[in-house]
C-alpha cells in the first residue's frame, strides 16, 4: 500500500471521527463552551489593582498629634479621589481584626499613638501599620502593596513640603531633594502587559493538550471497547492510516478550542500579539503533535475507555501545575523545575508566551520548536508499534 493511499485513508477516518462529533450535539457544544468557561473564570479569577476599586478599609487614628490627623484626611482624599477604596472608622486592632473576621472589611489601615510624637520629636520615622487578610494571600499581597505605595506617595508630598518650607525652595527643587533617583521601566515591546497577557497563552496551550489527552480515549478505546474499531482492523487500511486519521480528527479539535481561546483572550480581555499570527498557530500544531503520540501510547495499553481517561487525567493536571501555565517556573523549587523541563507543555507554553507578549520570532524559539518535535517524533515512533500490537490482542 502506497504513502497516497495511506494519506487518503488518514483523511477518510479523520473525516469520520469528525462528523461524529458533529452529530454528537452535546459534544460539540461541550467542545466550544470548556475553553469559553475556563476563560472566564482564569480571566477574572486572579485579583489586580483594579479588583480593589471601593475596597473596605478600616482606618484607626490613635494619635493625639497633628500629623496623624493630617495623614488621615490625606488617605480619606485619597480614597475619594481614587475610588480605590472606602474608609470606615474602627478603634484599633481588635476592631479592624473584627471586621474582617466578619467579612466587613478586606483590610485596615493604623495610626499608632506615638506617630506624631516620633516625627516631630525624636526625629525618627513614624510607622504606619497595615492590617491584611492572612486568608486571602493573593489579595493581601495586592492590597498590601497598594497601601505601601499610597502611603509612600503620602510621606513623599509630606516631605518635599516640609523641605520647600525649610529652604524656601521651589516644590520642584524640593521634591528632587527628597527623592534625588527616578525608576522608568522599559518593557521589550510597547505597552503594559497585564498577568491576563502572561496565562493567556499557557491557557491555549493547555486547553490543546485537554482536548488532545481526553479526545484520545472515546477515540480509540471507546472504539475498541464497543467493537467499531474491529471494521477499520478488517478492511485493507493500513494501522499507520488509523492512527494518523485518529492524530489528524483529533489535531482538529485542539486547534479549534485552541482558536477559540485565542479568539476569547483578545476580545474580552484585550490580549494583544505581539507576534505573527501564523506563527502562533504553527506553535499549537506543534503542541498537538508533541501531546499525540503520549495520549496514543497510554490508550494503547489502557483495556477500556474509563481506565485510559484516569491514566491521562492523572498525567495532565500535574503537567497543568508543574509546566508554568498559571505560575513562572522560576518561582519553583529546583528540583520541581526540572521535573518541568522534562514536559512538552513547558516548551509549548514558553514558545507561545514568547511569541504572544513579546514578539519573538522562529530564531527566538529555535529550541522550544525542536523539542517538541523531537517529543511528537519519539512518542510516536514508540506510539505506533504499541498500538498496532494492542489491536492484534
Do not use: C
Request: net charge negative; glycine share 8%; charged share 15%.
Amino acid at each position: 500500500m502506497g504513502i497516497v493511499d495511506v494519506l487518503r485513508h488518514s483523511f477518510w477516518i479523520s473525516w469520520k471521527d469528525l462528523v461524529d462529533l458533529w452529530r454528537n450535539r452535546m459534544a460539540l457544544v461541550m467542545l466550544i463552551l470548556m475553553p469559553l468557561f475556563m476563560m472566564v473564570m482564569v480571566g477574572y479569577i486572579f485579583p489586580n489593582e483594579s479588583t480593589l476599586e471601593g475596597s473596605p478599609i478600616g482606618l484607626a487614628n490613635n494619635d493625639d498629634g497633628p500629623l496623624g490627623a493630617a495623614f488621615a484626611q490625606q488617605l480619606s482624599l485619597v480614597a475619594e479621589q481614587t475610588g480605590m477604596m472606602e474608609l470606615t472608622d474602627r478603634d484599633g486592632f481588635d476592631d479592624i481584626k473584627e471586621g474582617i473576621l466578619e467579612g466587613e472589611l478586606f483590610g485596615g489601615v493604623i495610626i499608632p499613638q506615638d506617630f506624631s510624637a516620633n516625627v516631630l520629636s525624636n526625629g525618627t520615622q513614624g510607622t504606619i501599620e497595615l492590617i491584611t487578610d492572612q486568608s486571602n494571600p493573593q489579595m493581601s499581597l495586592t492590597l498590601e502593596g497598594v497601601l505601601a505605595q499610597v502611603i509612600d506617595n503620602l510621606g513623599t508630598q509630606n516631605a518635599t513640603l516640609m523641605v520647600k518650607l525649610g529652604l524656601n525652595v521651589s516644590l520642584e527643587d524640593a521634591f528632587t531633594i527628597v527623592k534625588p533617583y527616578a525608576v522608568e521601566s522599559r518593557g521589550l515591546v510597547p505597552g503594559n502587559p497585564s498577568y491576563f497577557d502572561f496565562i493567556a497563552p499557557g491557557i491555549m496551550a493547555m486547553t490543546v493538550m485537554m482536548s488532545v489527552m481526553t479526545g484520545l480515549p472515546h477515540a480509540i478505546s471507546y472504539e475498541k471497547e464497543f467493537g467499531t474499531l474491529d471494521g477499520m482492523m478488517v478492511a485493507p487500511i493500513n494501522r499507520m492510516a488509523i492512527v494518523l486519521g485518529k492524530t489528524l480528527a483529533q489535531t482538529a479539535m485542539g486547534l479549534i478550542q485552541g482558536l477559540l481561546v485565542l479568539a476569547l483572550a483578545i476580545l474580552i480581555f484585550g490580549v494583544t500579539i505581539q507576534g505573527n499570527f501564523l506563527l502562533v498557530l504553527l506553535l499549537l500544531i506543534l503542541g498537538v503533535f508533541s501531546f499525540v503520540g503520549l495520549g496514543i501510547v497510554i490508550t494503547s495499553f489502557a483495556k477500556d475507555e474509563q481506565t485510559a481517561s484516569m491514566v491521562l487525567m492523572t498525567l495532565m493536571f500535574p503537567m497543568m501545575f508543574l509546566s508554568g501555565v498559571f505560575f513562572p517556573i522560576q518561582q519553583m523549587p529546583v528540583f520541581m523545575q526540572y521535573i518541568a523541563w522534562s514536559l512538552p507543555l513547558t516548551y509549548a507554553t514558553s514558545a507561545l508566551r514568547k511569541v504572544m507578549v513579546l514578539g519573538a520570532d522562529i530564531p527566538s524559539i529555535g529550541t522550544e520548536i525542536i523539542i517538541l518535535l523531537v517529543f511528537g517524533v519519539v512518542l510516536l515512533a514508540i506510539a505506533v508499534p504499541l498500538f498496532k500490537r494492542a489491536m492484534k490482542m
